[in-house]
Every structure is written in C-alpha cells, then in structure tokens.
C-alpha cells in the first residue's frame, strides 16, 4: 500500500480510546480491593464500641482452596465450574472492655471479580459481559424527580404541590418528599395506587432537627412568627410583612373523622420571604393541614412534635407514640451517618457543599424545582456524566457490609457490650464471601449480560454496549419501555459524541445505549467533551432547539 495513502488514512482516521474499545471494567475493577477497603472503614465509624476493622490482604493459594473447600451445612462440596473470582481477607479486632486486651476475631473472606480484557468474567462455567453504567456524578435529574446513590442508601427526592394564603394571594409551591425511611406504610400505600397517601417531606426532617422557627432562621434566613388570631395586618402591616395561613381545604390523604382547618399563621418579613422560606412554609402547611389537631404555636419548637408527626407517617396505625419516637431517634441517628467520605468526597467534586444530611435535604428543596422545571435540554444532554462499574457491580457486597453494621449495632442495642461469639454469629450470616456469584442474576445487575456474539472484536459485540442510569437501576427482570415522551431521552447533540447514532438497536432508538469508541473519558470515568469538536456541536444543538 502506497505510504503516502496510509499516512492520509491513518490521519483521517479518529483515534479510538482504547479503554473503552477493551472494556471500563477491564480497568476500573482494579481498583475493587480499594473501594471495599473503603467501604469498611466507613461502616467501621458505626461498628460496636470495641471492635475495630484493621485491614486486608489478598489470600494465598492454599488459603483459598482453604475457603473453597470448608465444609458448609455439613455439606463439603467444591464448585468444579471456573469462576474468575479471588479472594481477600479481612481482619477485625474486638476489645470487650478496658480491662482487656483487643482480641483478633476470625479473618473474614470476600470473593472479589478478576475482569478480563473485554470486561469479560466467567460465573460458574458462563461468560457473561460487564457494562459500564452512564451515571450522573452526584444527583440524576429527571422531569419530575432528582436521585442520588448514597453509600448506605438509594434516594429518590420527588415533589408535590400544596397550597396556602399569603397575604389576600393563594400561594402555590412544591414541596419535596421521599421515603427515607424504607419501611415507611405510606410507601406501600402509594405502590399500591392509594389516594390517602401522606409524603414524608424534607422539611419534616429540618423541623425534627431544629424545630420550626429556628429551621426556618437557619436554612432559609427568615425570622418568623407563629400564632393564631393574633397574627394579624394590624401588628402585621402587608407593605412590611407576609401572613401565611391555611387555604382550609380537607386533604386527601386526611384520615380521621370531622376535619377542622388548623389555625395557625405564620407571619415572615417581607424581605425574607425568599423562595427557600417559601418552600419550608409550604412544607409546614402540608403538615399541618393532614395534623391540623397537632400542629399549634405553642408546638411547632419541640422536635418532639415533629417525630411524633413523622411518625405516623412512617410506622402502623396503633403504634405508641413512645415507642414510635424512639424508633424515628434511631433513624435520625443512622442518617447522621449517611454522609461518608465517600459521598463527601462525590458531593464535592459536583460543586455542592453539605456539612450534614440536613443541609442536603435543603439543597434539594431548593433545587428541585429549578431543575426538574427549567428547560429539558440540560436533562436530555449526556455531558457531564460519568460511565461507573465498580459502584454497580459490587452493590451486594457494599449492602451486606452496611447491614452487617445495622445489626451489631442493634445488638449492642439490646446489651452493652458484646460476646466475640455474638459478632462472629452476625458477621457468619450477613458477610457471606460469595455474595458477590450474584452479579449473574440480570433481574438485579443489569449491567451484567451473557456473552452471545461470535465477532472477533470484542467491540461490536460486547464494549460498544452502554446503560443509562434508569435502565441499571431496573429490577425485576423485565426490560422496562423506552419512554420516548420523557424529557431525558429527547434528541441532544451529545448522542454524536458519547453515544451512537450509526448503532442503534431496536430496544433503544435514543442512541444512548452505544458508546462512542473514540470518546473522551478521564481517570475518574467522567465523560469529557472533544474542544475541537465543541464548536461545531454547540451549533447543532442550536438547531436541534430551532
């Protein structure tokens, strides 16, 4: 061949990333030992008094035949099938009192995936494939909602719309829910099509941790002022204040017998009734138009108030107010904890700055609708997203460390201090070492399919497929509709650079479930924009807005 016409070829030809081409999980599952390490030393903050996690180390040969072949169940069976799995142990210590010395518990063992080139691990005698997930880097915003992965937790931050007086004006605004709590009744009302339905707000939250005027003066900066018929234009002139009181209407979701509307007003300085004082006072209103009974002036400062309130939204009619109190104390103690460095470190890197769970909550309520509302094409773009596998491939590893953290210290609960026996029974049944064999299952991974391509190149038939982050976080088993009307899947300009409009299968015609081979993705996995392609881009998006 003419070296002049190759020169010409080879110049013509984009460069093709080659972490992309033999496959993300190739090389970010490297880094698995590290995130699991990581991963303990957070849950460790929360461990029992006394027991402390010291480390971990890969196992040798003989110990991992060692492992492979204990007897279980008095059953002694050796799995004959490859697997390409290896094992790493983990040590802990447990020092019972003062008065003696830290004991070394039993090593725990965790399987961890070695990947292939391709992203390729076999489970059991299959091969199965490990795609990479398009992933927001901190919060995922849809049409309605906003998401984020927490370390020990998923939320899903969605809003609904309430009403109240201002003034002589009738006020509307949205207020934010979720249901933190994941055994929260009214989450199950709602699955089921219920319309009496009561949504655990955000604000909820703020006033259990501050009671309502101080919330108020904290994370909204509004000095109110809460009374009954004494809040009047009187005392209160309109040129300087805005008087908040109910609409009066019967909710829905109301469920006892005469309803009477709450007389509560609440009086904000004109200047300060921003829209963040607004959405907590729409928030205060929700509750107390669904508790009108409970919520009085005399009231709204006790955080008692507010527990006692977020627990009848949480727990069973009939559930003592006492017990349900201590129950929401224990909540609000484990989402203290929710913050990690490892959401910490994700947060930051986003540009948001949260020293608490609580001023996060604040964050999305007053972002929520800005986002949600303001125009789809910043929700249709796949810029500035980052393609992820670690997080989703060791999700059942990271759940059973967190819910081995919950149970010793729901145990030490029960008695002060711990026997090595009771930790060692714990850590027997929720830290399994081949928890991690369950990637197979496609209902609860579906970044992990089946290999079924005869192709060579491992590209076309394997690495070129990419999830977005709704279709990772699919169960069940049943590929869910590609909802065409939803804003996140409109046509963007991106698609041309991160995903694929040559390559396109029939399940998805958004282009987004094919990866770009010559994309740009940085150490972190974040997707970055090609400058020399920004320009001309920037225009047909233009266009595409026309």
């Known amino acids: ?47 029992p008094d006394g027991l402390t996690y010291e480390g971990y180390r ?86 309605k909602s906003m998401f984020i992965q927490l370390t020990r937790a998923r939320l899903t931050f969605e809003r609904t719309t309430h009403h109240f007086m201002a003034n002589d004006d009738r006020e509307s605004t949205y207020v934010v829910w979720s249901w933190v709590h994941s055994t929260a009744r009214n989450r199950q009302r709602r699955k089921s099509g219920s319309a009496k339905v009561i949504y655990s707000t955000m604000a909820n939250y703020l006033f259990v941790r501050r009671g309502f005027t101080e919330a108020m003066r904290e994370y909204a900066g509004a000095d109110v002022v809460v009374g009954e018929d004494e809040i009047t234009a009187k005392d209160y002139p309109s040129d300087e204040w805005v008087i908040c009181s109910t609409v009066g209407n019967k909710p829905r979701a ?57 627990g009848h939204i949480i727990y069973e009619p009939g559930t003592g107010e006492g017990l349900m109190v201590t129950e929401i104390e224990d909540h609000l103690v484990s989402l203290d904890e929710y913050l990690d460095s490892i959401v910490w470190k994700e947060l930051k890197s986003s540009g948001v700055s949260c020293s608490d769970i609580y001023e996060l909550f604040m964050y999305v309520i007053e972002t929520l609708a800005q986002k949600t509302v303001s125009s789809d094409v910043g929700i249709s773009s796949i810029y500035g997203k980052r393609l992820i596998t670690l997080r989703y491939v060791l999700f059942d590893i990271v ?33 399994r070492s081949s928890r991690i064999a369950t990637i197979s299952n496609h209902a609860k991974h579906p970044e992990v399919n089946p290999v079924s391509t005869s192709n060579d190149n491992l590209f076309f038939g394997v690495t070129s497929t990419m999830l977005t982050q709704d279709s990772a976080s699919t169960t069940g088993g049943k590929k869910s509709k590609i909802n065409l009307k939803d804003p996140s899947k409109h046509l963007h300009a991106s698609v041309a650079e991160v995903g694929s409009y040559n390559n396109i299968p029939k399940s998805d015609p958004t282009g987004r479930s094919r990866i770009n081979p010559c994309v740009h993705v940085g150490p972190d ?11 001309l881009l920037d225009h047909v998006q233009k266009l595409l807005m026309q």
Request: one cysteine or more; charged letters at 25%.
């Open 1 to 47: 061949m003419d070296s002049q016409l190759l020169e010409g070829v080879l110049n013509a030809t984009p460069e093709i990333n080659s972490d992309v081409a033999n496959g993300l999980a190739t090389k970010q599952l490297l880094g698995a030992e590290q995130f699991v390490d990581e991963i303990f030393r957070c849950a460790a903050v929360d461990f």
């Open 58 to 143: 890969r196992c040798t040969p003989q110990e991992e035949f060692n492992e492979a072949t204990r007897s279980r169940d008095n059953r002694q069976v050796y799995e004959l099938a490859q697997s390409d799995f290896y094992l790493v142990a983990y040590f802990f210590k447990y020092k019972k009192d003062e008065n003696t010395e830290a004991e070394e518990l039993f090593p725990r063992y965790l399987y961890l995936p070695y990947v292939q080139t391709g992203g390729l691990l076999n489970v059991r005698g299959k091969k199965f494939a490990i795609h990479p997930v398009l992933a927001d880097p901190a919060f995922s915003v849809g049409s």
């Open 254 to 310: 109301f469920m006892g017998n005469q309803y009477r509307s709450t007389r509560v007003r609440v009086a904000v300085p004109k200047e300060q009734y921003t829209q963040a004082a607004k959405s907590l006072i729409g928030a205060f209103f929700y509750i107390a138009d669904h508790f009108p009974n409970r919520v009085k002036p005399e009231y709204v400062d006790d955080v008692w108030l507010w527990k006692v309130i977020l």
């Open 399 to 431: 759940s059973q460390i967190n819910t081995l953290m919950y149970k010793l210290r729901a145990a030490q609960k029960k008695r002060k201090k711990l026997e090595i026996t009771e930790i060692n029974n714990l850590m027997n049944i929720y830290l």
């Open 525 to 535: 996995g974040m997707v970055e924009r090609d400058h020399q392609k920004k320009d």
